[in-house]
């Protein structure tokens, strides 16, 4: 009897792993099945740098999902600039922080003033485009989500630490993964490891001050793809003969972006002890200004013109500018686009037709090689792409048969 356990014991491994294995031939069926769409991007994936995660969701009877994973070209070590997709955790980390500081008088609403005291850093002290006149973690954090505002993401690392951010990535086990600079304020090595003092008002009163900060650790990843191209231009806008070297930037695999995804919405997949520390009005927060357009907001308010309303939604949409979207659907995401990569983490949802599904993905097109030069072919390679792998996907779930229709209603937000 004992042997015949331990064989049903390893034969219950053995099947439970091969479950669990992300399935590597639908995409490249349903991709191939629309060769006008996709043929240029299938015959050159390495060219492209082409990743795509696809996560179907079932739920059962009681409205618990469940995932199951398709992936293409997947690979976590092979190296691409995640751009402003970094950004997400950067928010979520900057609630659980203020959630476990705990202080009294202390709330993401609070007037939050930054200082400097190293070289480079700048001050902030109000943000017109607030209602208040005044910067709060809260304004910056709709921002973030909104546009993708770089200041704002910025202050968001500055009061969180570059130390503390790397350690929450590792304590939610997003391994392949890395946060070491800010964004469109030329970080240098030193200047990327200090972080501004802050301090926190509630009515004109101090509640919480910090320091500055210092972080003197590595982070070190094994990736392969950090020298890219054959030459770029450096910050002063000299021909460099040489490969890019993305070595010491940001990381983001498209992997742990998912994993992120799926623990932000929906929290009750997963045990309490690997949940972010959020409180619902957090959720409501980030699910509100993930999904809302740049044309449905007050404050901030923005131009039209410069921010559509699918400005942010690559994957379904594309950008185009005369695009409008379809009043069943909503998509929350987190979005980037530098050095020819776009890339999109999105969770798709059609309330009409009771669909829902997470679609990850990136594409690069940088035809010369060379980088930094602001010549890359997003208009002609990268947008159509993300639009048309959407719309692909969206249209095999329309077909797809559920056993249980989901119940959404935790995802119909106020705008």
């Given amino acids: 009897m004992t042997r015949f356990y331990i064989v049903c014991f390893l034969l219950c491994i053995t099947l439970n792993g091969l479950a669990q294995q992300t399935d590597t031939l639908l995409l490249e069926k349903l991709l191939r099945s629309k060769p006008k769409l996709f043929s240029g991007i299938l015959n050159h994936p390495q060219k492209n740098q082409v990743q795509i995660l696809y996560t179907q969701i079932d739920r059962d009877k009681s409205n618990i999902p469940h995932f199951r994973t398709f992936s293409y070209n997947l690979d976590d070590l092979h190296y691409f600039f995640p751009a402003s997709t970094v950004k997400l955790p950067t928010v979520i980390f900057a609630l659980e922080k203020m959630n476990e500081l705990n202080v009294a008088g202390l709330t993401k609403q609070s007037t939050m003033i930054t200082g400097a005291d ?11 485009s607030s209602t208040s ?16 505002d770089n200041d704002a993401y910025n202050r968001l690392y500055e009061f969180i630490g570059r130390e503390e ?15 070491l600079n800010r964004y469109a304020v030329r970080d240098t090595e030193e200047t990327s490891r200090h972080t501004n003092p802050v301090t926190f008002y509630q009515n004109g009163q101090s509640v919480y001050t910090q320091a500055g900060q210092f972080d003197p650790k590595n982070y070190p990843l094994n990736l392969s793809n950090t020298l890219m191209g054959k030459a770029y231009m450096d910050s002063s806008d000299r021909y460099v003969e040489r490969p890019f ?18 623990k932000l919405l929906f929290p009750e997949a997963f045990p309490a002890s690997e949940r972010f520390h959020l409180k619902e009005d957090d959720y409501r927060l980030i699910y509100t200004y993930m999904s809302k357009y740049p044309t449905e907001s007050d404050y901030p308010h923005y131009d039209s013109g410069e921010f559509w309303p699918v400005y942010a939604k690559f994957l379904f949409y594309g950008a185009d500018k005369a695009t409008v979207p379809k009043p069943n659907v909503r ?41 930094n030069d602001d010549k890359y072919e997003y208009k002609e390679v990268c947008y159509p792409f993300m639009k048309n792998l959407g719309q692909v996907i969206y249209q095999f779930e329309l077909s797809r048969k559920r056993k249980y229709l989901p119940d959404l209603s935790k995802f119909i937000m106020k705008y």
């Fill in 118 to 128: 190293f070289a480079k850093q700048t001050m902030v002290d109000h943000d017109s």
């Fill in 133 to 148: 006149g005044l910067p709060s973690l809260e304004h910056y954090i709709k921002k973030i989500l909104l546009v993708s």
């Fill in 331 to 371: 998509i929350f995401n987190k979005y980037g686009d530098s050095y020819g990569f776009i890339i999109d983490n999105a969770y798709i949802v059609d309330f009409e037709n009771k669909v829902e599904f997470m679609l990850s993905a990136v594409v690069q097109s940088n035809e010369d090689g060379v980088f």
């Fill in 165 to 179: 951010i790397n350690e929450r990535l590792q304590k939610h086990k997003l391994t392949t993964s890395r946060i």
């Fill in 245 to 262: 070297n993305m070595a010491n930037k940001n990381a983001f695999s498209l992997t742990d972006q998912q994993s992120v995804m799926k």
